[in-house]
């Protein structure tokens, strides 16, 4: 951008959070929030502390298929002297309370039925006579009296086994063994989830476990992706000579959903004014941020420089930092076109349309997702109310690499097996294939000329 100042990566970076503020400060109150049902919440931020409504467990229940036993009456039990129980009911995990135990009685019990009263100790199956209830089951309904003709102790013919209803329990067992007390994970009032968490599958478990069956999460920041030029077709159109399929639309509104936000809009605007303009002024009514790409550079259809310098209609004006830097503090809608000092990326325009914030990146595909990359992920998570992510880290060259003089290189780099970064493509901004082997960015200030292999180097995620 001939006559235009260039401004560093971490300047324009500030500008871009400034811009966002009072998007992050309104996810920090938590000024937007809204209920969705825990099938949906995977990935949302919580807003505000959940209480447990009910203890988990719900009921005292038991952790083993065994016997509910008074662990009083199998205090002395061993191999060689094993405790003869009667057994009087069958106890499943189904619905239904179960009668009380008395002194003297085992209840066959499987694992996460209710424990009765008068039981205070469960003996896995295993330390039984019959080691195990394999052809033993009885037909599986809660309760029964002594006697009850479904509870059967086991079979005939097992090694070691006694008469039938009655159970050998040959290890002694103590007041409270594999009985899960109500409340023991969790009582009712008792934070369950911490306000900010990002849900997880564990925490859903977690809130499903207690009954609940939506959360209130932090409002997704809404998002417009708006792809310029009309040379673009959607993938799975066919381009015309001439034409070229759109890489920016689907994976910005990827990137923009990957960070937290709700793409409530994307448009393919083509190249004209009046329509750019109209789509833009909707785009600003609908989101709360809108991400145009393409339309920045020095050509001579540049629609989205061309709609905010030219345009009242959507309520902005643009300045050319190059031509007053003033100009772009200025309180009134404004958007600011700047050249970045950093390749790919470099032409870059920000402000505001009708009061809604307004990021503007270059066409080439590569330019824009390193756009996003580098200016818009962060601010956009915290908009979002997502926790902080450093993805900058070191990695050591798998492989030399040289640069040109004067230009700070974003260069796309693939991780090997042994840890170490390799470059992938060329410096081209239009090499998207080359990008999608890329798992980091590697930072190239604009002083390195040459980097040999085994260097040290900066790398961000993608
Ligand atoms: N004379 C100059 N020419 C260019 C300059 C410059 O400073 N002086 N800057 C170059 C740089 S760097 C970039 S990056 C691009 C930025 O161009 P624009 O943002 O204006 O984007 P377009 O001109 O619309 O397109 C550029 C290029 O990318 C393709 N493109 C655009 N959108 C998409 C899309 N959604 N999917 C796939 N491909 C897209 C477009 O077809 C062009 O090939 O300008 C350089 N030129
Ligand atoms: O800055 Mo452009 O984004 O080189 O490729």
Redesign the pocket.
Known sequence: ?AGTARVSVDEHRADVAALLAPLVEEARRRARTEEVLLADALGRVLAGDLAAPVAVPLFRNSQMDGYAVRAADVAGASPDAPVRLVVVAEIPAAPGVPTALAPGAAARIMTGAPVPDGADAVVPVEDTGTGSFAGTAGTGSTGGAAGDERARGSRDDAPGSGPRDVVEVRAPRAPGDFVREAGSDVRPGDVLLADGTVLAPHHLAAAAACGVGSVRVVARPRVAVL???S??VGPGETPGPGQ??????DALGAAVRRAGGDVVLTARCGDDAARFAAVLAEAAAVADLVVT???????AY?VVKDVLAGSGAVGSRVVDQGAGQEAGRAASPVVTFRSVAM??G??QGFGTVHGTPVLTF????V?AQVSFAMFLREPLERAAGLPAVDRVRTAVLAEGLTSPAGKHQLLRGATGPDGTVRVVGGAG??LVAAMARADVLVDVPADVTQWDAGTEVEVREL
């Open positions: 951008m792809s310029t030029g040379e673009l070229v399929f759109d890489a920016n639309a790409s393409g339309g920045v550079s020095q050509g540049e390749q790919p470099g032409p270059p066409g080439n595909p330019s901004s239009h």
